[in-house]
Each structure stands twice: as C-alpha cells, then as structure tokens.
C-alpha cells in the first residue's frame, strides 16, 4: 500500500504553490512514496523518552540591542522586484485575507 | 442580514468572549533586524535584507522586545516561560516576505495570567490563556476597482515599512458570565489592557494607526446549555467603541440565525465602522495547516530567573492601583472616577492638575465643556489642541478673578482655534472682567433704566434681581463678574439676603 | 612552477613580499579559467573585469600599507550560494536567474576585507540539494579527473574548480556533506566546520540547522587558511558561537598525532561501499597507526537512521525556507498578465522556477510538517538527532576523533542516478551524522581506488569545537602520504 496518494501529492503542492501538471502528479507520487517509505523507518527507532533536537547546539538568549542600523535606500531595496509602483512592491491581485 | 433585538438576544442566549489582542511595541527597531520602526515614513525607506526577507538574511531578536513582552506578562499576573522557543508559521501571503511569520506556538513567553476589570461596579477577571512575541507583516494598498478593498483590485502595491516591527499577542481563555454586559467587558478589557500598555511604556498603542487590533471571538449558547456554541472571529477591530459595538452586533447577528436553526459557521469577519455589522471573511472550515515548527534561525530563550525578577519589582503602578490612589488623591466619587476613566480622561486630568489646576476643576473643564468638544469634532480628548498646561492657566485665571466661566469658555474656544496660549487669546480677544469702576458705571445704567425690577426688589423679592444682574452681564458683553455685580445691586439699593 | 599550480600560502606570501601582484595572479587563472572551463564546467559566473579590479584594488591596499591576512591578494570562488554585492546570485536555480543582492554574505565580506580576489560564482546543485551539481539549473560540472563523471556535490562547481586548477581556494557550504563528499571525489580537502563556527548570514538558506560554510583547498594549511579567515562570531547570525575560533593554523602545522585516539565507526563500511574506497580507507587506519595513533573499533548504532532523519529534518526546513521564492519581490515571475491573482503567479512561478529536485523536497518537507503527520516524521527525526549527538558525546568520550570513508564509493558517472533519488541520497550516508549534531568533520584525499584509479576520501569527525583536531589528524596523514606519493595526490590527475 502507498504512503502518499495522487490527491495528497495535490494537496502539498497547493500547500506549497506549486503548480503541478497531471502528469507530473504521478511522477512525484510515485518518488515521494519511495522517499516516505524509507524515511518512514525513523519510527522504528524507540525515543519515547528522548528530549527532540531542534538545534545543533544548545545556545540559548542570543539578542541584539535595539538599535536602528542603516536601512537599505528604497532603490537597492526594490532593486530586484518584478514591478514597482510609487516606490512599493507591485503585486497581483489578492484573493483573500489571510491570518 | 437579519439580526434578533438585543434584549431578545440576552434572553435567549448566553454569550462567550474570548479576545485576542495583537499590541505593536514602541521599540525603536524591529523585531528582527535593526530597521526603524518609525510610523509614516516614506515607502519601503525602513527595510533591509532581513525584513524583506532577501535570500541569505537572517533574523536576530530584539532584546528591548523581549524585556517589553515579559513586563506584560508580569504586568497581567503571567508565569514566565523558563524556557521558549520561537516557530514558524507557515503561510503564503504577499505582505509576509519570507512567507512565514516568526511567532510562537506551544511554548509563549508568558502564560496562564489575569486580568481584572470593572463593570458596571462590578470586577470581571478576565483569565489570560498566553503572551506572545511575534511580527508584523507589510502594508499592502488594493489598487483599482471601486472601493479600494482587496475585493475587486487590480492589484496591489506593498510598502514593507511595517514588516518585522514586534507585535505582541495577547490571548484570553474563553470568557463566559459576562452575560448581558459582553460588549462593555470587551470594552473594559480592551480598554485596562491599552492602559496597561501606557503605563508599561511599551507601545503607544494607537488603535487608529493599527499599533493595537482586537480579534474578537464571539459564541452564544442557548440558556440552560453549558456547550459551548460556534464562535465567529472579528478582526483587526481599531477602536474601543467597535470592539463593544462589534460583539453587541455579533451577539445579535448570531441569535437570530440561531433561532432559525440555522448554525453558526466558523470563520473570520470583519466589522464596518459604518453599518455597526460584520461581514464574512474567510472561512476556516477547511482549517489552515500552518506547519508550526521551531524557528531553526534562532536558539531557545531561556529567561534569566533574576532579570525577570528585576523586571517584575521595577514595574511601574498599575493602571487599577493607579486609580484607586488617584480617587482617593482628588475626592471623587466612583461614579465620576468611572466616568472619567471610560472617557480615557485620567491621565489628562492627572496632567493638568499637575500643572497646577485644583482637582475639580481639571474635571469639570476636560469632562464638560471639552469633553463635549471632543465629542463634536469625534476626537479623543488627548488629540484636542489643548494641552493640560494651558487648560490648568485658564482655571488659575477664572480663579484669579480675571475671567468667569462664560469667558473661560471663550478662552478654550480661542485656544483650540490656534489662537495661541490663553494669555494671548485673553489679550486679543479682550477677555477680561470688568473693573469696578466700570462696573459700578454698568450697575448705575441698569438699575436706571430697570424701574420695574428695581422696584420689586426694594419690595423684598429678592429673586428679581436676576434680571438686573441678566441686565448687567449683557450690558458688559459677559465680561462682569456675576457674583459681583449681585452684591453692587444689592448694596445700591440698600437690601441685604 | 606557474602560479596557478603554487598554494594559496604561497601565493600570499608572493604578494605579500611584491614578487607577484594581486592583478597577476588574478590574471594567471582567468587564463587557466578561460582555458579550461569549457571541459569542466566549474563557474556560474566569472567577470574578468570586476575580478580584475578587486585585484588592482587589493594591490592598491598592500602599496598603502594596509595590515591585511596571509591571503591578501589570493584569488577564491564562491559557491553561488553566498550573497555577492558585484556578481549575480543564483544558487543555480532559474527562480533567481540573473538577481543581484544588495548586499555581502559575511563569508563574502570578510574575504573582501582580508583581501581575498573573488574569480567567479561556481556551480552548485539548485539550492544546495544534491551530491553531483547535475541539479543546478544551468549545466552541469564535471569532475576534472573523468570528465564523464560527477565532480560531487552540492558544491561540486567549487570542488572540480579547485581541483582544475581554476582557484587555489573556494568556498562551498555542508547541509549533508556538500562540502566533504565533493573534496573526497575530486581529490582535494574540504572542510565542514562547527556548525554556528561560521557564519550563515547572506548565504541562501537550504537547512537553517545544517547548512555550514566551509572551505576547499589542494592542501590542509590553506584550507585553515582560509577558514581562519572567514570564521568566528557574527553578530548577525543568531546560530553563530561566540567563542574563539579553535587554532586551526597551528594545528595545520603541526602534524603530530603520536598518541591521539582515533575511533573507527563500525555501522560506516560494508554493503553498498565500493571495494576500493575501503582498501584505501584500511591503508589509512595503517597509516594513522604508524604515525602513533591509538585506533580503536567503535559503535555509534544510532547512525544508521541519520539518513532518514536528515530527509525528514532538512526537507522540513527547505519547505519553509524556499517560500520566500514568490515572484514578489524579487526574481522570477511568471504568468502575471494582469488577470492572474497572486496566488496564481506564485504557484506558476515557482513550478517554473524551481527544478524537480527542489520541489520534491519542498513537497517532502510540507509533508512531514502537516499537523497530522509532524509527530510521526518531523518530531521523530527530532529525536533521532538527539540519539545521534549523544552517540557522538559517548564517542568523543573515549576518542579524540572519528574517522571513516567520506563517501562510500568514488565518483559516479554523470546521469546514472539523476532520476534515482534514493540511490542519490546514499552518497551522504557517511557525512551527514556530523551535519545533524554540529560537530567538525574533514574529508583529506587518501589515495585511488583501485578499480576505477578516482580519488578517495578520509572523514575526520571531532567534537564541537574540536575543528582543530581535523586539521591535525588530516596534515598527519597529507604529510605521510605526499612524502609516499612524492607530491600531492592531483598531480595524477590528467591532464586538462
Ligand atoms: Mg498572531
Ligand atoms: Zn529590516
């Protein structure tokens, strides 16, 4: 039985505007379900009890003072856009609000 | 849209509030990078690498950010975190350039608080869930179509000025009990908790510029029930006045699709100013899987026991404690104290006694005559162009003698026109009482040409002259002193009250 | 001997002393550049008149007497992967084709104040995701000693241009052992150090918790060198230690290892390693052995689920760290023809400019985020990082270092496992363990294989912080072996 189906292929490249073509959704299907599978196999390990490492190291309370430093000019900062309009980032339409 | 009267409403249904309230912090640089965070600059003039998030930038936190938001914690009764991490919120949205925000997810900064706030006489402790450090997004302006809203633009121009200031969120556990009075409470709250702020220092939260925005969750539940309805999420509300109208017309607008049997969808709306209702936002029936994880970019804060414990005893009064003292300080009653506070008025009345104004008159003048000004012109009492200062000089000159009320006013009149200081108003104005000799003069010609009156007074009815000192004030164009021109009227003719 | 087959110590000290000017030296290998590119395939990107006036600018500094490092003047590429004010930054995606950063990497910018002459952006597999640089977007590099094979990867176009002869230094970045599996493949030594021990800032994020800059070089003391010359706090890395850097120059000088206690991980050799890396990587226990070394057999059990954690974790982090390539502000957009919403154009662009590899791993990753998956993969991985530095933590309790194979077999032919993912994943097995706890690890060439005459690798892994122990164990065994070989072991390669 596969790990990943053809929908939920679908669903995480929606997730991650991705878009993907039919016959592509097979294709990756196809490799994500060999990849999970063997990826899966972190499960096998018994860590109940074992603290997650979200970091390399354990570093903790790393601050800056506040302190305004040099911003960039607003034109290396829209230097790279696509668009620009009055000195802002020009953007497709927005469907919706989010958050 | 139907909606139940709100009595009705009440009857019928019991309300739960629960409000999230995201707080922008008055650092002088973002939350991550060290851009300023100045409001109104030019377009994209307070952005870098980092908070526009260039491939290769990475985030550093603010210090002062995480000492403002540990003080709130303290301030509203909050455990702090020994230990928290920060975590990415994954989602896509033009105005968040990395695509993320920077926020917290299962471990706060601060947690399990209170906060207590009076109504109607009454204390509701309003139970504080957690205390958050996250950060803003950018500020995108809809272009075309007709309103200027995200429905129906074009498209859309984004000013990253805003992206990355520290925003503080501040989630309440559900309220319930509130009963009929939910939308005061929300007021209330609101309104302790911006107080808070000030006091703190930690933000100028200034809901018209969007540096505070109340989301409010509403639910009902029908009398007699104890499960908890659908609630509804109003958000970005940007006054007091609309978070309490807000949950009044949600209240009403849910009880009237609920007595329909209808049912209550999950989901975002947001409130108009101008028809006091909300609308639908998004939905969240299909929920957001936002992909939280620990931010990799930054390591663990692991608060110094005896920095939060400097933190805590250093912490300013608190606004209820400051009120309490000042209550006592000014003799007023609690009424007039409650009055005062809903008004947003202490701290201006406070100021203008401090420079000099007795107690009740800096009441009297900022909750009367200006209050009513304020009210007119639909501004807030601090963005009158008054200050305490000169309010608290025209009280020393009605106490002076110089002016009387009616000239006061016109004083206050002068001032909020730009005319200058009250000083410079009185003189160019020519506010100035009588003297004696000139009144003296005033009160000869009214009593000459005012048989009648003088007549009926002689005769013992001592109310009549009313009229004559009515006679004098206009004679003088108000510039006599009432009381005065009262006792010289009397004297003259020889009656004693 | 022609300046571009001299090291980079004795490059700085020719200029330096005035023999040769920074311009010159620039100039010999542009030549050799212009000269063998073409079969190699090394470079992105090479401005010979922006590299040019670095150089005149540098030779400036040193007339004015500016106190610069040991590499004043010294020619380097980077890895198109650090941000660099003056030549375009891509990593070797189209998403970015073209786009000029308006500002320097950290990496990039102390290179530029000890003097360092940038050549050229090289090559690297789109993002950083690979073992081969045939993911790179625009083509792909080849390794100078078989030119029908992979010079590694991801920082396969840093690795193959120093093993051509194009750079004496480059600059690559390690997530899984894009700096260590390239050096092993093409002869040559790479570095990964200390995770947090250089600084990420402006270097394009594949795994937050991973990716770590490093330095590649022909020889062992120009590669501390130049880690010496970009390493230490920055500030501006949150991830970044703040300690002093380990000394890794006089450790790079001095290759005495008598009594040194060297552990030899059990679950690294056997199945799926070619024959000839495990002869050489024998001789090398030998060797080591001779040299006064204690080596001992070790177990680290937990290694073998470093892989599947590592594409769980990495993954993971890449999924959110690429959301930032939205077509809004800046690099490529697609499909923006004033109908098209936002959402729209992000979907599209990113289809369009990212390669498969990338978005399979960005789908990989969102998939071991999803709220109901997280607990099994991400947050298992989680753990099995935590299992994995404890490992390391017993081992370096009885060891002063690990030592392995860098990769388990010499360099695969072009092609062969493009479209075979998992078979591409397996040429990390060795390299990534250090990459999930943050410790040092070194690859030094040790040698052919046998069957294929293609260089060999030695990992040297030590504890965090314990950089200078893979400096002193890998001039150790660069000593022995090139007083053997009677020279460097490049000097088999064939002729370009
Ligand atoms: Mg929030
Ligand atoms: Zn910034």
Known sequence: MSAITRDEVAHLARLSRLAISDDELDHYATQLDDIIAAVAKVAEVAAEDVPPSSHALPLTNVFRADEVRQSLTPELALSGAPAVEDDRFRVPRILGEEA | MSVMAYDEALERYEPVLGLETHVELGTHSKMFCGCSTTFGAPPNTHVCPTCLALPGSLPVANEMAIESTIRIGLALNCSIAEWCRFARKNYFYPDMPKNYQISQYDEPLCFDGYLDVEVDGRTVRIEIERVHLEEDTGKSTHVGGATGRIQGADYSIVDYNRAGIPLVEIVTKPIPGTDRLAPEVARAYATELRELMRSLGVSDVRMEEGSMRCDVNVSLMPRGSSEWGTRTETKNVNSLRSVERSVRSEIQRQAAILAEGGRIIQETRHFHEDTGMTTSGRSKEEAQDYRYFPEPDLVPIAPDPVWVARLKSALPELPAVRRKRLQAEWGVSDHDMESMHNADAIEIVEATIAAGAPAADARKWWMGELARRANESGKALADLPITPAQVARVTELVASGTLNDKLAREALDGVLAGEGSPDEVVASRGLQIADEGELATIVEQVLAGNADAVEKVRSGKIAAVGALVGGVMKASRGKADAARARELILEKLGVSE | ??????????????????????????????????????????????????????????????????????????????????????????????????????????????????????????????????????????????????????????????????????????????????????????????????????????????????????????????????????????????????????????????????????????????????????????????????????????????????????????????????????????????????TRSAEEVMALTRAAGFGPEVKRRIMLGTYALSSGYYDAYYGQAQKVRTLISRDFEAAFHQVDVLISPTTPTTAFPIGERADDPMAMYLADLCTIPSNLSGNAAMSVPIGLADEDNLPVGLQIMAPVLGDDRCYRVGAAVEKALESRWGGPLLKEAPAL
């Not at chain 3, 970015?96 to 990497?105: C, I, M, S, T």
């Not at chain 3, 001779?290 to 599947?308: D, M, N, Q, R």
């Not at chain 3, 890449?318 to 957009?333: Q, T, V």
């Open chain 3, 1 to 338: 001997m022609s300046l571009i087959h001299k090291t980079a110590a004795e490059l700085g000290a020719l200029i330096a002393s005035g023999q040769a000017s920074a311009a010159e030296v620039a100039e010999a290998h542009l030549d050799r550049i212009e000269q063998v590119e073409p079969k190699v395939r090394a470079f992105l990107h090479v401005d010979r008149e922006v590299t040019l006036e670095q150089a005149r600018a540098v030779d400036e500094r040193i007339r004015q007497g500016e106190k610069l490092g040991p590499l004043a003047g010294v020619p380097i590429a980077h890895k198109d992967i650090f941000a660099t004010r003056d030549m375009p930054t891509t990593a070797a995606s189209k998403i970015l084709e073209g786009w000029r950063p308006p500002y320097d990497a950290t990496v990039t910018a102390r290179l530029r104040k000890a003097g360092l002459v940038i050549l050229g952006k090289t090559n690297l597999d789109e993002f950083a995701m690979g073992s081969s640089t045939e993911n790179s977007a625009y083509h792909a590099t080849h390794n100078p000693w078989d030119l029908t094979r992979v010079p590694g990867g991801s920082s396969g176009g840093s690795s193959a241009a120093v093993a051509a002869y194009q750079a004496p230094l480059s600059t690559g970045t390690d997530t899984g052992g894009s700096i260590r599996q390239p050096a092993a493949v093409t002869g040559i030594v790479g570095m990964k150090p200390t995770y947090g021990g250089s600084s990420r800032y402006g270097l394009i994020a594949f795994a937050s918790s991973l990716d770590t800059p490093g330095p590649f070089a022909r020889n062992v003391m120009d590669a501390a060198l130049l880690h010496a010359a970009f390493s230490g706090h920055d500030p501006m890395d949150s991830t970044s230690i703040d300690a002093a850097v380990p000394d890794v120059v006089e450790a790079a000088s001095n290759a005495d290892i008598a009594g040194m206690r060297i552990g030899v991980v059990k679950e690294f050799g056997g199945e799926g390693y070619q024959q000839g890396v495990l002869n050489r990587f024998h001789d090398a226990v030998e060797l080591l052995e001779s040299l006064g070394a204690k080596v001992v057999e070790l177990s680290c059990p937990s290694f073998t689920t470093a892989l599947p954690a590592y594409y769980l974790i990495a993954p993971s982090e890449c999924s959110s760290n690429l959301a930032r390539f939205d077509a809004m502000r800046y690099g490529l957009r697609v499909g923006d023809d004033g």
